[in-house]
């Protein structure tokens, strides 16, 4: 089993619509959770992170983590164009670490 | 964020030749950061974990006599590809760690983009 789990995708959405994405994690210990978001060809680009159960709202995206279910996601509402990326979950195990933990990717296209 | 930059951006050899990349924090101090290589349409792979003024930490199954890093300081890691040959041929990025606690956050570096010829 990976550390992080991640559905690789493709995953389409009409322009508009709410973009879902999901994560896994096997380490019931993991402190915080990172989403990053990666353009073709492009490095990563840290979108948001959320380390409490709940959700964490930053403009159109959403965080939401249950540590219970151990699992993290990421909604993207009003969907766009230009939010056809790859989306990377990463998590950090314990709070000195220093290092992430990064699942595959999901590739998101927003379909117009 | 805070900002972190690599230089070149790409970079073209010739089979057999040593390149080397640099990787900077522009805002802040780095004791660690972090190499990556992916290759087309792959996930990040972590090849090791640079640190200031000790050695550094690689992944296994990451040759460290063929990936040399060096942590000069503490905005300055360089990666170089010795005796680099065509399967080198990648995006090599850096990443370094900002903030502690629940402040902690990773940025990326633009990535270098590696042929060999």
């Known amino acids: 089993q990976k550390e992080v789990e991640q559905n690789s995708g493709p995953l389409s959405v009409p322009e508009g619509a709410i973009a879902s994405l999901n994560c896994t994690y096997s380490d019931r210990g993991s402190q915080s959770f990172f989403w990053y978001r990666q353009y073709s060809g492009k490095s990563p680009e840290l979108i948001m992170f959320?380390?409490?159960?709940g959700d964490k709202e930053d403009g159109r995206f959403t965080a939401q983590l249950n540590k219970a279910s151990q699992y993290v996601s990421l909604l993207i509402r009003d969907s766009q164009p230009s939010d056809s990326a790859t989306y990377l979950c990463?998590?950090?195990?314990?709070?000195?670490?220093?290092?992430?933990?990064f699942g595959q990717g999901t590739r998101l296209t927003i379909n117009p | 964020g805070a900002v972190v930059s690599q230089h070149p951006s790409r970079v073209i050899c010739k089979s057999g030749t040593s390149v080397k990349i640099e990787c900077r924090s522009l805002?802040?101090?780095?004791?660690?950061m972090f190499w990556y290589r992916q290759f087309p349409k792959q996930s990040l792979m972590l090849m090791a974990t640079?640190?200031?003024?000790?050695?550094?930490?690689?992944e296994q199954g990451v040759e460290k006599d063929k990936f040399l890093i060096n942590h000069a300081s503490l905005t300055l890691s360089t990666l170089t590809v010795t005796s680099a040959h065509p399967e080198d041929s990648s995006f090599y990025i850096c990443s370094a760690p900002h903030g502690g606690g629940r402040a902690y956050e990773q940025y990326f570096g633009p990535g270098t983009r590696l042929t060999v010829t």
């Open positions: 990463a998590v950090r195990r314990f709070q000195g670490a220093q290092k992430l933990v």
């Open positions: 805002d802040f101090q780095a004791t660690t």
């Open positions: 959320i380390y409490s159960n």
């Open positions: 640079s640190n200031e003024g000790s050695k550094a930490t690689y």
